[in-house]
Nanobody
Framework: VQLVESGGGVAQPGGSLKLSCVAS????????VAWYRQAPGKQRKLVAS???????NYEESVEGRFIISRDNGKNMTYLEMNSLKSEDTAVYYC?????????WGKGTLVTVSS
């Protein structure tokens, strides 16, 4: 499965961005999806996940601000980010996984700055 993210860029504090990730090369509908982020000098961390048949889960700092979703018909997953803060600045990675096998996109940079 190949994953390509888009939608990153520069946003002001309090603003919004919506990240998209398109999948190809496999049956996207059988994979759980997630979004991770890696801030400068820090380890990659799980931000939001959406397992098949389950509700979404969010990292505490983004709960209530970010929304993960998917559209299997379009082979897409999305991360809607609202009320952005400077600490949300990071490279965001799309992830698809199943039975312990993970696929990653190359990431898209989100910068939150005034």
């Amino acid at each position: 499965v190949q994953l390509v993210e888009s939608g990153g860029g520069v946003a002001q504090p309090g603003g919004s961005l919506k990240l998209s990730c398109v999948a190809s090369g496999g049956d996207f509908s059988i994979y759980h999806v997630a979004w991770y982020r890696q801030a400068p000098g820090k380890q990659r961390k799980l931000v939001a996940s959406l397992r098949i048949g389950s509700s979404a889960n969010y990292e505490e700092s983004v709960e209530g601000r970010f929304i993960i979703s998917r559209d299997n018909g379009k082979n897409m997953t999305y991360l809607e980010m609202n009320s952005l803060k400077s600490e949300d600045t990071a490279v965001y990675y799309c992830n698809a996984n199943r039975a312990g096998v993970h696929y990653w996109g190359k990431g898209t940079l989100v910068t939150v700055s005034s």
